[in-house]
């Protein structure tokens, strides 16, 4: 076990170096000039020289990638003599817009992209997974069908939509919840979670229905196998069949979709955060793309990468936990 995790750790660094590079190439080589993108369209060709000079875009590809990259680690400093500028580490430049540091302003807005992911995917993991467990269990009944036809329309229907629906009809028409308005939670609970209520279940619907129709095809396989079927020819009861034998390795393709899910919700809810007003990393990043702030939106981009291979560590480490079978394979 513990070289098994040494390798992934391992490969896990490598991961994350190709997805700086490959960050790093998109966002400074393949888009247009940053120095213009700073100055804007009326500046001087001595100014655009300058700031050119101050970010180190004279210099060879090899040495902005390096310099970047060591940012990451030390931090970096931009320009010479008196009018130096320090960026502490972990440095991911200066927005083109507001000139703040990219780690500030993300740091200053991870906590709503947290708290929508978490929320989210606890009411999303219980309701998916118990909804696909019961209908393998209640497999062509009344139940099983309901939840199969919810399970699809819940798929089907966009975030943006349930999100205005829901605005709509809870907050105008209801009036039993306020506008999402982000307050600490230890200024104002109840608000804190009336806040939060609505995004977790916008994103919730839709993932718990893709859950549902995976825990209940995972299931309904485990239950068929050879081993499940001696277990139930020794007596036992069928709470202890399920929760020993069949559903903890049905649970495996689920940690997989849910780590990647996840993960991608750390990167930010774009399209939930925006519509519900919510400043978290996904609303900063909308407002970067509509405004093309390159270090903002790479700053969101390797955030993402990062949390899509952390967590895929973290599920790689729950296998053998899940599934004996998986456990043998890291000795």
Known sequence: MPLYIARRLVSAVFVLLAVVFFTFVVFFVLTPDPALSICGQTCTPDRIEDIRTRLGLEDPFWVQFWVFLAGIFVGRTYGEGPTAIMCEAPCLGYSFQTRQ?????????????????????????????????????????????????????????????????LQWLLVVQLEVLPFPTVVAFGEDPLRWFQTYLMPWIVLSIMYAAMYTRMTRANVIETLSENYV????????????????????????????????????????????????????????????????????????????????????????????LLDPRVRKGTR
């Open 229 to 320: 079927r001696t277990a139930r020819a020794k007596g036992l009861s069928n709470g202890k069949l399920l929760t020993r034998h069949a559903l903890r390795p049905s649970l495996t393709p689920v940690a997989t979709l849910f780590g990647m899910d996840f993960a991608a919700l750390l990167g930010g809810a774009l399209i939930t955060e925006t519509v519900f007003g919510l400043n978290g990393v996904g609303k900063l990043a909308y407002d970067a793309i509509g405004t093309n702030d390159q270090p903002v939106i790479m700053g969101v981009t390797l955030l993402a990468g990062a949390a899509v291979v952390l967590m895929n560590i973290v599920v790689d480490l729950l296998y053998p």
């Open 101 to 165: 540091s990219v780690m500030t302003m993300i740091g200053d807005r991870i906590d709503v992209t947290v708290t929508i992911a978490i929320g989210a995917a606890l009411l999303w993991l219980l309701v998916g997974v118990g909804a696909g467990l019961l209908s393998a269990v209640k497999a062509g009944t009344w139940w099983d069908r309901g939840a199969t036809g919810l399970a699809l329309g819940g798929i089907a229907l966009p975030n943006y939509f349930v999100a205005l629906i």
